[in-house]
Nanobody, 124 residues
Framework: VQLQAFGGGLVQAGGSLRLACAPS????????RGWFRQATGKEREFVAA????????YYADSVKGRFTISKDHAKNTMYLQMNSLKPEDTAVYYC??????????????????WGQGTLVTVSS
C-alpha cells in the first residue's frame, strides 16, 4: 500500500462526505491521481481524476455535478467531496496515483499506486 485513504463512513441519502488520500510515507511521482470505487459483486469503476500539476479534472457521468475532486500540494493530499449521496454510491472507494496520459485516466491499469480503500455506505 503506497497511499492511504480516509473519510469513509455511514451517511443518509442526500448527505455528504469528504474523502482524503495521501502517500503513506514514501514520495510518489504521479501525473494523475484518481478515485475508483467497487460495490459488492461489481467491478471496480472510475469515479474521478485530477492532473497533479495543473487544474484538469475528469468525472464519471454518474457522479458529475455531485462529486468534486481537488488537491492540496502543500499537504500532498487529494480529496473527493461527495454531495447529494445516493444509495447506489455505496462502495469501497480507492485512491490511486499514476503517470498515465489523459486518454487513460479512467482506466484502473493506468495507475501504479493504490490505497487500501475506505468504505462509504449510503442508507436510504
Amino acid at each position: 500500500v503506497q497511499l492511504q485513504a480516509f473519510g469513509g463512513g455511514l451517511v443518509q441519502a442526500g448527505g455528504s462526505l469528504r474523502l482524503a488520500c495521501a502517500p503513506s510515507g514514501r514520495t510518489i511521482s504521479s501525473t494523475y491521481r484518481g478515485w475508483f470505487r467497487q460495490a459488492t459483486g461489481k467491478e471496480r469503476e472510475f469515479v474521478a481524476a485530477i492532473r497533479w500539476s495543473g487544474g484538469f479534472t475528469y468525472y464519471a457521468d454518474s457522479v458529475k455535478g455531485r462529486f468534486t475532486i481537488s488537491k492540496d500540494h502543500a499537504k500532498n493530499t487529494m480529496y473527493l467531496q461527495m454531495n447529494s449521496l445516493k444509495p447506489e454510491d455505496t462502495a469501497v472507494y480507492y485512491c490511486a496515483a499514476g503517470r498515465g496520459i489523459v486518454t487513460t485516466i479512467s482506466i484502473a491499469t493506468a495507475y501504479g499506486y493504490w490505497g487500501q480503500g475506505t468504505l462509504v455506505t449510503v442508507s436510504s
